[in-house]
Protein backbone atom coordinates (compact mmCIF):
# COMPACT_ATOMS: atom_id res chain seq x y z
CA UNK A 1 0.00 0.00 0.00
CA UNK A 2 0.98 3.77 -0.90
CA UNK A 3 0.97 6.53 1.13
CA UNK A 4 -1.01 9.48 -0.47
CA UNK A 5 -1.05 13.18 -0.02
CA UNK A 6 -4.27 14.81 0.46
CA UNK A 7 -5.49 18.10 -0.12
CA UNK A 8 -8.35 19.54 1.75
CA UNK A 9 -10.75 22.23 0.46
CA UNK A 10 -11.12 24.63 2.63
CA UNK A 11 -12.41 27.65 -0.17
CA UNK A 12 -14.54 27.36 -2.94
CA UNK A 13 -12.44 27.39 -6.01
CA UNK A 14 -9.18 28.07 -4.13
CA UNK A 15 -5.79 26.31 -3.25
CA UNK A 16 -5.35 24.72 -0.38
CA UNK A 17 -3.73 23.11 2.57
CA UNK A 18 -1.78 20.24 2.38
CA UNK A 19 -2.04 17.31 5.23
CA UNK A 20 0.39 13.96 4.79
CA UNK A 21 -1.53 11.45 6.56
CA UNK A 22 0.31 8.37 7.23
CA UNK A 23 -2.42 6.70 7.86
CA UNK A 24 -4.69 7.36 4.64
CA UNK A 25 -3.41 4.83 2.00
CA UNK A 26 -4.12 5.11 -1.65
CA UNK A 27 -6.90 2.66 -1.90
CA UNK A 28 -8.57 4.27 0.91
CA UNK A 29 -8.21 8.01 -1.19
CA UNK A 30 -9.66 6.39 -4.46
CA UNK A 31 -12.40 5.11 -2.82
CA UNK A 32 -13.64 8.68 -0.98
CA UNK A 33 -16.68 9.82 -3.17
CA UNK A 34 -14.94 13.22 -3.90
CA UNK A 35 -10.90 11.90 -4.63
CA UNK A 36 -10.85 13.19 -8.06
CA UNK A 37 -12.30 16.23 -6.37
CA UNK A 38 -9.63 16.42 -3.74
CA UNK A 39 -6.81 15.70 -6.23
CA UNK A 40 -7.77 18.44 -8.67
CA UNK A 41 -7.81 20.84 -5.84
CA UNK A 42 -4.48 19.60 -5.02
CA UNK A 43 -3.05 20.23 -8.58
CA UNK A 44 -4.34 23.55 -8.98
CA UNK A 45 -2.08 23.93 -5.48
CA UNK A 46 0.33 22.41 -6.60
CA UNK A 47 0.40 24.95 -9.87
CA UNK A 48 0.82 28.07 -7.72
CA UNK A 49 3.35 26.28 -5.72
CA UNK A 50 5.25 26.23 -9.53
CA UNK A 51 4.51 29.53 -11.02
CA UNK A 52 6.02 31.15 -7.68
CA UNK A 53 9.10 29.14 -8.46
CA UNK A 54 9.21 30.14 -12.54
CA UNK A 55 8.41 33.94 -11.76
CA UNK A 56 10.75 34.42 -8.62
CA UNK A 57 13.80 33.01 -10.43
CA UNK A 58 13.00 34.25 -13.78
CA UNK A 59 12.03 37.38 -13.51
CA UNK A 60 15.12 37.76 -11.23
CA UNK A 61 17.24 36.64 -14.38
CA UNK A 62 15.96 38.79 -16.71
CA UNK A 63 15.80 42.45 -17.51
CA UNK A 64 12.56 43.08 -15.63
CA UNK A 65 13.88 43.31 -11.42
CA UNK A 66 17.21 43.15 -9.63
CA UNK A 67 17.47 41.62 -6.26
CA UNK A 68 17.63 44.32 -4.14
CA UNK A 69 17.58 42.44 -0.81
CA UNK A 70 19.20 39.17 0.51
CA UNK A 71 16.65 36.91 0.71
CA UNK A 72 16.50 35.65 -2.93
CA UNK A 73 19.43 33.82 -5.56
CA UNK A 74 22.51 35.62 -5.03
CA UNK A 75 24.00 35.30 -8.60
CA UNK A 76 21.05 35.26 -10.83
CA UNK A 77 21.10 38.65 -11.63
CA UNK A 78 24.29 38.81 -12.69
CA UNK A 79 23.68 36.77 -14.41
CA UNK A 80 25.34 33.54 -13.10
CA UNK A 81 23.15 30.43 -13.60
CA UNK A 82 25.37 27.16 -12.56
CA UNK A 83 23.68 23.71 -12.35
CA UNK A 84 24.70 23.09 -9.21
CA UNK A 85 21.93 25.87 -7.57
CA UNK A 86 19.08 24.81 -5.47
CA UNK A 87 17.26 27.31 -7.15
CA UNK A 88 17.02 26.21 -10.49
CA UNK A 89 16.71 22.55 -8.49
CA UNK A 90 13.79 23.51 -6.75
CA UNK A 91 12.02 25.17 -10.04
CA UNK A 92 12.00 21.70 -11.64
CA UNK A 93 11.46 19.60 -8.64
CA UNK A 94 8.08 21.90 -8.42
CA UNK A 95 7.20 21.43 -12.50
CA UNK A 96 8.18 17.45 -12.10
CA UNK A 97 5.49 17.67 -8.75
CA UNK A 98 2.50 19.30 -11.16
CA UNK A 99 3.71 16.78 -13.91
CA UNK A 100 3.56 13.71 -11.73
CA UNK A 101 0.28 15.00 -10.16
CA UNK A 102 -1.45 15.50 -13.51
CA UNK A 103 -0.44 12.37 -14.25
CA UNK A 104 -1.59 10.38 -11.57
CA UNK A 105 -4.53 12.13 -11.77
CA UNK A 106 -5.15 10.77 -15.62
CA UNK A 107 -3.70 7.55 -14.44
CA UNK A 108 -5.48 6.79 -11.39
CA UNK A 109 -7.45 8.70 -9.65
CA UNK A 110 -9.95 9.95 -12.50
CA UNK A 111 -10.53 6.42 -13.75
CA UNK A 112 -11.43 5.36 -10.43
CA UNK A 113 -13.59 8.14 -9.51
CA UNK A 114 -17.16 7.28 -11.14
CA UNK A 115 -18.01 10.66 -10.34
CA UNK A 116 -15.32 12.73 -11.69
CA UNK A 117 -16.44 15.40 -14.43
CA UNK A 118 -15.66 16.17 -17.79
CA UNK A 119 -13.92 19.34 -16.86
CA UNK A 120 -11.65 17.64 -14.18
CA UNK A 121 -10.20 15.53 -17.04
CA UNK A 122 -9.67 18.29 -18.80
CA UNK A 123 -8.18 20.30 -15.99
CA UNK A 124 -6.24 17.41 -15.22
CA UNK A 125 -4.70 17.69 -18.65
CA UNK A 126 -4.15 21.44 -18.97
CA UNK A 127 -2.19 20.57 -15.78
CA UNK A 128 0.08 18.33 -17.44
CA UNK A 129 0.66 20.35 -20.72
CA UNK A 130 1.17 23.47 -18.82
CA UNK A 131 3.76 21.51 -17.03
CA UNK A 132 5.46 20.60 -20.21
CA UNK A 133 5.55 23.84 -21.34
CA UNK A 134 7.05 25.74 -18.02
CA UNK A 135 10.02 22.87 -19.28
CA UNK A 136 10.67 23.44 -22.55
CA UNK A 137 10.14 27.93 -22.25
CA UNK A 138 12.39 27.70 -19.18
CA UNK A 139 15.27 25.12 -19.25
CA UNK A 140 17.58 23.17 -21.59
CA UNK A 141 15.62 20.52 -21.16
CA UNK A 142 13.98 18.23 -18.66
CA UNK A 143 12.54 14.71 -18.32
CA UNK A 144 8.81 14.08 -19.26
CA UNK A 145 8.69 11.89 -16.81
CA UNK A 146 10.42 10.50 -13.27
CA UNK A 147 13.62 9.45 -13.65
CA UNK A 148 13.26 9.47 -17.57
CA UNK A 149 15.68 10.79 -20.13
CA UNK A 150 15.92 15.05 -20.42
CA UNK A 151 14.03 16.16 -24.15
CA UNK A 152 15.03 19.25 -25.56
CA UNK A 153 12.50 22.71 -25.70
CA UNK A 154 11.11 21.91 -28.92
CA UNK A 155 10.64 17.85 -27.80
CA UNK A 156 8.57 19.36 -24.62
CA UNK A 157 6.33 21.97 -26.48
CA UNK A 158 5.09 19.64 -29.08
CA UNK A 159 4.33 17.28 -26.43
CA UNK A 160 2.50 19.89 -24.84
CA UNK A 161 -0.13 20.25 -27.67
CA UNK A 162 -1.77 17.07 -27.38
CA UNK A 163 -2.21 17.11 -23.83
CA UNK A 164 -3.87 21.00 -24.62
CA UNK A 165 -5.98 18.99 -27.71
CA UNK A 166 -7.63 16.58 -24.68
CA UNK A 167 -7.88 19.32 -22.59
CA UNK A 168 -9.97 21.48 -25.14
CA UNK A 169 -12.05 18.21 -25.89
CA UNK A 170 -12.89 17.66 -22.42
CA UNK A 171 -14.07 21.17 -21.64
CA UNK A 172 -17.19 23.03 -22.06
CA UNK A 173 -16.73 26.27 -20.99
CA UNK A 174 -16.22 28.45 -23.73
CA UNK A 175 -13.81 31.15 -21.84
CA UNK A 176 -11.22 28.22 -20.75
CA UNK A 177 -11.12 26.74 -24.37
CA UNK A 178 -10.34 29.85 -26.00
CA UNK A 179 -7.30 29.81 -23.02
CA UNK A 180 -6.33 26.82 -24.20
CA UNK A 181 -6.31 27.61 -27.73
CA UNK A 182 -3.98 30.56 -26.69
CA UNK A 183 -1.67 28.45 -25.28
CA UNK A 184 -1.52 26.17 -27.89
CA UNK A 185 -0.44 29.28 -29.96
CA UNK A 186 1.72 30.72 -27.73
CA UNK A 187 3.77 26.80 -27.79
CA UNK A 188 3.69 27.17 -31.56
CA UNK A 189 4.99 30.72 -31.43
CA UNK A 190 7.86 29.12 -29.44
CA UNK A 191 8.05 26.39 -32.04
CA UNK A 192 8.73 29.10 -35.01
CA UNK A 193 5.09 27.81 -36.76
CA UNK A 194 4.07 30.95 -37.61
CA UNK A 195 1.32 28.98 -39.29
CA UNK A 196 -0.60 27.55 -36.57
CA UNK A 197 0.37 30.35 -34.09
CA UNK A 198 -1.55 32.77 -36.18
CA UNK A 199 -4.55 30.19 -36.90
CA UNK A 200 -4.80 29.60 -32.71
CA UNK A 201 -4.47 33.66 -32.13
CA UNK A 202 -6.82 34.20 -34.61
CA UNK A 203 -9.53 32.22 -32.85
CA UNK A 204 -9.41 33.82 -29.89
CA UNK A 205 -8.48 37.84 -30.36
CA UNK A 206 -12.46 38.54 -30.53
CA UNK A 207 -13.01 37.55 -26.62
CA UNK A 208 -11.54 40.78 -25.89
CA UNK A 209 -11.29 40.43 -22.05
CA UNK A 210 -10.34 36.45 -22.01
CA UNK A 211 -7.95 35.83 -19.14
CA UNK A 212 -7.12 32.93 -17.61
CA UNK A 213 -5.60 32.46 -14.60
CA UNK A 214 -3.73 30.66 -11.25
CA UNK A 215 -5.59 31.53 -7.51
CA UNK A 216 -2.99 31.88 -3.93
CA UNK A 217 -4.07 31.10 -0.94
CA UNK A 218 -2.03 33.04 1.53
CA UNK A 219 -4.15 31.80 4.95
CA UNK A 220 -3.37 27.76 4.02
CA UNK A 221 0.40 28.93 2.88
CA UNK A 222 0.52 29.31 -0.75
CA UNK A 223 0.71 33.02 -0.99
CA UNK A 224 1.71 34.83 -4.48
CA UNK A 225 5.39 34.95 -3.40
CA UNK A 226 5.98 37.84 -6.53
CA UNK A 227 3.42 39.79 -4.34
CA UNK A 228 5.41 39.59 -1.39
CA UNK A 229 8.50 40.73 -3.44
CA UNK A 230 7.26 43.34 -5.14
CA UNK A 231 4.62 45.07 -2.07
CA UNK A 232 3.90 42.97 0.86
CA UNK A 233 7.67 43.07 2.67
CA UNK A 234 8.60 45.62 4.08
CA UNK A 235 12.18 45.84 2.84
CA UNK A 236 12.19 46.29 -0.80
CA UNK A 237 13.36 42.74 -2.11
CA UNK A 238 13.08 42.76 -5.76
CA UNK A 239 13.24 46.22 -7.23
CA UNK A 240 12.16 47.10 -11.14
CA UNK A 241 14.42 48.64 -13.61
CA UNK A 242 13.67 52.54 -13.28
CA UNK A 243 12.30 52.75 -17.46
CA UNK A 244 9.55 49.67 -15.89
CA UNK A 245 8.78 51.54 -12.60
CA UNK A 246 5.57 52.49 -13.67
CA UNK A 247 4.23 48.74 -13.71
CA UNK A 248 5.72 48.08 -10.52
CA UNK A 249 3.68 46.27 -8.07
CA UNK A 250 1.48 44.10 -10.61
CA UNK A 251 0.21 42.65 -7.46
CA UNK A 252 -0.65 44.35 -4.21
CA UNK A 253 -2.58 43.56 -0.79
CA UNK A 254 -4.60 45.74 0.88
CA UNK A 255 -5.61 45.30 4.86
CA UNK A 256 -4.54 41.60 5.86
CA UNK A 257 -2.01 40.28 3.23
CA UNK A 258 -2.53 36.73 3.76
CA UNK A 259 -6.39 37.35 3.05
CA UNK A 260 -5.73 39.54 0.15
CA UNK A 261 -3.49 37.48 -2.55
CA UNK A 262 -4.11 38.53 -6.12
CA UNK A 263 -4.50 35.79 -9.29
CA UNK A 264 -1.34 35.59 -11.48
CA UNK A 265 -2.37 35.54 -15.65
CA UNK A 266 -1.50 32.38 -17.11
CA UNK A 267 -3.24 33.21 -20.41
CA UNK A 268 -4.81 36.38 -21.88
CA UNK A 269 -6.10 37.69 -24.97
CA UNK A 270 -2.59 39.91 -24.95
CA UNK A 271 -0.97 37.77 -26.25
CA UNK A 272 -3.06 36.55 -29.46
CA UNK A 273 -2.88 40.52 -30.67
CA UNK A 274 1.07 40.40 -29.98
CA UNK A 275 1.56 37.11 -31.52
CA UNK A 276 -0.60 38.40 -34.79
CA UNK A 277 1.67 41.19 -34.93
CA UNK A 278 5.18 39.49 -34.88
CA UNK A 279 3.70 36.78 -37.05
CA UNK A 280 3.12 39.84 -40.00
CA UNK A 281 6.63 41.22 -39.40
CA UNK A 282 8.09 38.02 -40.32
CA UNK A 283 5.66 38.21 -43.65
CA UNK A 284 6.92 41.68 -43.80
CA UNK A 285 3.34 43.22 -43.48
CA UNK A 286 3.81 46.36 -41.60
CA UNK A 287 0.36 47.37 -42.19
CA UNK A 288 -1.37 44.33 -40.68
CA UNK A 289 1.29 44.68 -37.70
CA UNK A 290 0.79 47.84 -36.75
CA UNK A 291 -3.09 47.99 -37.38
CA UNK A 292 -3.14 44.91 -34.68
CA UNK A 293 -1.11 46.37 -32.21
CA UNK A 294 -3.56 49.70 -32.10
CA UNK A 295 -6.20 47.35 -31.97
CA UNK A 296 -4.64 45.67 -29.19
CA UNK A 297 -4.56 48.94 -27.39
CA UNK A 298 -7.72 50.35 -28.44
CA UNK A 299 -9.69 46.58 -28.15
CA UNK A 300 -8.23 45.10 -24.71
CA UNK A 301 -5.84 47.43 -23.23
CA UNK A 302 -8.06 50.42 -22.48
CA UNK A 303 -10.59 48.27 -20.83
CA UNK A 304 -7.89 46.16 -18.12
CA UNK A 305 -8.52 47.11 -14.99
CA UNK A 306 -6.56 50.04 -13.32
CA UNK A 307 -6.42 50.58 -9.37
CA UNK A 308 -5.18 53.40 -7.10
CA UNK A 309 -3.19 52.77 -4.65
CA UNK A 310 -1.16 54.31 -1.68
CA UNK A 311 2.31 53.04 -2.33
CA UNK A 312 4.07 55.96 -0.14
CA UNK A 313 5.42 53.20 1.67
CA UNK A 314 7.93 52.51 -0.86
CA UNK A 315 11.49 53.17 -0.57
CA UNK A 316 13.02 51.25 -2.66
CA UNK A 317 14.94 50.36 0.82
CA UNK A 318 17.00 47.35 -0.50
CA UNK A 319 20.09 46.65 0.38
CA UNK A 320 22.53 45.73 -2.44
CA UNK A 321 21.95 49.27 -4.59
CA UNK A 322 21.19 52.62 -3.19
CA UNK A 323 20.34 54.83 -5.78
CA UNK A 324 16.81 53.62 -7.04
CA UNK A 325 14.96 56.80 -7.81
CA UNK A 326 11.81 57.15 -5.60
CA UNK A 327 10.54 60.56 -6.91
CA UNK A 328 9.91 61.44 -10.43
CA UNK A 329 12.83 61.59 -13.08
CA UNK A 330 13.29 61.32 -16.92
CA UNK A 331 14.36 57.72 -18.12
CA UNK A 332 16.32 57.73 -21.14
CA UNK A 333 16.24 53.49 -22.31
CA UNK A 334 19.99 53.75 -22.98
CA UNK A 335 23.13 56.34 -24.12
CA UNK A 336 22.19 59.06 -26.77
CA UNK A 337 18.21 57.65 -26.58
CA UNK A 338 16.39 60.94 -25.40
CA UNK A 339 14.81 61.11 -21.66
CA UNK A 340 11.36 60.26 -21.21
CA UNK A 341 8.82 61.13 -18.34
CA UNK A 342 6.35 59.25 -16.56
CA UNK A 343 8.41 55.84 -16.28
CA UNK A 344 9.22 56.66 -12.38
CA UNK A 345 6.36 57.61 -10.14
CA UNK A 346 6.84 59.69 -7.29
CA UNK A 347 5.00 57.48 -4.63
CA UNK A 348 4.77 59.68 -1.88
CA UNK A 349 2.74 62.85 -3.83
CA UNK A 350 -0.56 60.69 -4.82
CA UNK A 351 -1.74 57.47 -5.50
CA UNK A 352 -0.26 55.53 -8.20
CA UNK A 353 -1.90 53.65 -10.81
CA UNK A 354 -2.11 49.68 -10.77
CA UNK A 355 -2.15 47.74 -13.89
CA UNK A 356 -3.55 44.56 -12.50
CA UNK A 357 -3.67 42.08 -15.43
CA UNK A 358 -1.95 44.67 -18.41
CA UNK A 359 -0.41 47.70 -19.23
CA UNK A 360 2.09 49.65 -21.51
CA UNK A 361 4.42 52.90 -22.64
CA UNK A 362 3.44 52.31 -25.61
CA UNK A 363 0.88 54.50 -27.19
CA UNK A 364 -0.39 55.35 -30.81
CA UNK A 365 1.86 58.13 -31.55
CA UNK A 366 4.46 55.51 -31.01
CA UNK A 367 3.23 52.42 -33.43
CA UNK A 368 2.99 55.49 -36.22
CA UNK A 369 5.84 56.62 -36.26
CA UNK A 370 7.14 53.18 -36.72
CA UNK A 371 8.95 53.55 -40.05
CA UNK A 372 9.84 49.79 -41.04
CA UNK A 373 9.53 46.10 -39.62
CA UNK A 374 12.92 46.15 -37.04
CA UNK A 375 10.48 49.28 -35.52
CA UNK A 376 7.47 47.30 -35.12
CA UNK A 377 9.64 44.59 -33.43
CA UNK A 378 11.00 46.39 -31.09
CA UNK A 379 7.34 47.95 -29.71
CA UNK A 380 6.23 44.55 -29.66
CA UNK A 381 9.30 43.04 -27.36
CA UNK A 382 8.54 46.10 -25.29
CA UNK A 383 4.95 45.55 -24.75
CA UNK A 384 5.31 41.78 -24.36
CA UNK A 385 7.64 42.91 -21.34
CA UNK A 386 5.36 45.42 -19.99
CA UNK A 387 2.48 43.05 -20.69
CA UNK A 388 3.91 40.47 -18.93
CA UNK A 389 6.17 41.70 -16.21
CA UNK A 390 5.85 39.70 -13.16
CA UNK A 391 4.52 36.56 -14.77
CA UNK A 392 7.85 34.60 -15.62
CA UNK A 393 8.14 35.46 -19.51
CA UNK A 394 11.08 37.96 -20.49
CA UNK A 395 13.68 35.54 -19.38
CA UNK A 396 12.44 33.05 -22.33
CA UNK A 397 11.99 36.07 -24.68
CA UNK A 398 15.78 36.93 -23.88
CA UNK A 399 16.77 33.65 -25.16
CA UNK A 400 17.73 32.25 -21.20
CA UNK A 401 17.07 29.08 -20.48
CA UNK A 402 17.85 27.00 -16.77
CA UNK A 403 20.29 23.47 -16.80
CA UNK A 404 18.90 20.66 -15.35
CA UNK A 405 20.30 20.44 -11.81
CA UNK A 406 23.27 18.54 -10.30
CA UNK A 407 20.78 16.98 -8.14
CA UNK A 408 18.70 15.65 -10.73
CA UNK A 409 21.70 14.30 -12.27
CA UNK A 410 23.10 12.60 -9.69
CA UNK A 411 19.78 11.16 -9.18
CA UNK A 412 19.22 9.99 -12.93
CA UNK A 413 21.22 8.27 -14.85
CA UNK A 414 18.97 8.98 -18.47
CA UNK A 415 20.49 12.84 -17.77
CA UNK A 416 23.71 13.43 -20.08
CA UNK A 417 25.99 16.59 -19.70
CA UNK A 418 25.05 18.36 -22.24
CA UNK A 419 21.01 19.39 -20.23
CA UNK A 420 23.58 20.65 -17.40
CA UNK A 421 24.79 23.54 -19.20
CA UNK A 422 22.62 26.56 -19.12
CA UNK A 423 21.74 29.22 -21.89
CA UNK A 424 22.72 32.51 -21.76
CA UNK A 425 22.88 34.39 -25.41
CA UNK A 426 26.30 36.19 -25.68
CA UNK A 427 24.10 39.21 -26.54
CA UNK A 428 22.86 39.02 -22.89
CA UNK A 429 25.37 41.56 -20.84
CA UNK A 430 27.08 39.64 -17.73
CA UNK A 431 28.66 41.57 -14.74
CA UNK A 432 24.61 43.14 -13.44
CA UNK A 433 24.66 44.87 -16.36
CA UNK A 434 20.98 43.87 -18.02
CA UNK A 435 20.30 45.52 -14.87
CA UNK A 436 22.30 48.38 -14.61
CA UNK A 437 21.60 51.89 -14.86
CA UNK A 438 23.67 55.34 -13.90
CA UNK A 439 21.73 58.55 -12.02
CA UNK A 440 22.77 61.89 -13.38
CA UNK A 441 24.03 63.66 -9.52
CA UNK A 442 21.84 67.14 -10.83
CA UNK A 443 19.01 65.83 -12.63
CA UNK A 444 18.32 62.63 -11.02
CA UNK A 445 17.51 61.80 -14.49
CA UNK A 446 18.16 57.54 -15.04
CA UNK A 447 20.38 56.64 -18.06
CA UNK A 448 19.94 52.37 -18.86
CA UNK A 449 23.21 50.82 -19.89
CA UNK A 450 21.33 48.12 -22.24
CA UNK A 451 17.49 48.76 -24.37
CA UNK A 452 17.53 44.71 -24.26
CA UNK A 453 14.66 45.12 -26.80
CA UNK A 454 17.18 46.92 -29.00
CA UNK A 455 19.20 44.16 -28.45
CA UNK A 456 17.18 41.51 -29.32
CA UNK A 457 15.73 42.97 -32.83
CA UNK A 458 19.66 43.30 -33.61
CA UNK A 459 19.83 39.90 -32.69
CA UNK A 460 16.65 38.73 -33.95
CA UNK A 461 18.46 36.22 -36.86
CA UNK A 462 19.71 34.43 -33.55
CA UNK A 463 18.37 31.09 -32.80
CA UNK A 464 18.12 32.31 -29.21
CA UNK A 465 15.41 34.91 -29.31
CA UNK A 466 12.77 35.88 -31.77
CA UNK A 467 11.46 32.39 -33.19
CA UNK A 468 9.31 33.98 -36.04
CA UNK A 469 12.95 35.25 -37.44
Same mark, same amino acid.
Given at each position: ?23 ? /? ?5 ? %???? !? ?17 ? *? ?13 ? /? ?12 ? /? ?14 ? #????? !???? *??? @? ?31 ? %? ?22 ? #? ?30 ? &? ?6 ? @? ?18 ? &? +? ?34 ? =? ?14 ? !? ?29 ? #?????? +? ?24 ? =???? &????? *? ?7 ? @? ?49 ? %? ?55
Amino acid at each position: MKTVYIYITVLFLTLTACVDNPNV /TEEDFLE %NNNS !ATSWIVGIKRQLALTMNEI *VINSEMVSDNYFNNY /TLYNKVYDIPQIDY /TDIDGNSMQVEIGALR #EMAEY !ALET *VLP @SDPDATAQQWSYAYFAKAYALILSGENFTGLPM %NSNGEAYSPSELLDASLSYLDLAI #ENESDAETISAYQLLKSRVYRSLGDRANAKSF &AQTVISNT @SLLFTVEFDGTNGVPNEIQN &A +TFTASENRFAPLPRLDFLDPKFFDIGTAAEDQKPMS =LAKVEEAYLILAEAYT !AENNLEMATATLHDLIDNVLSARPVMYLDDS #EELRNG +TNRQDYPTTAVDVRFESGQEFRSGYV =LDRQ &ADLIP *VYTVSGTSV @SHLAIDAAENIDDVLYLIYLMRQEIFISEGRRSNDLGIKFPVSQTEQLNNP %NISDEFTVPVIPSFIPLELGLDDFTVDETTGNVTMLYDMNRVLVVNKTSTHVLPFN
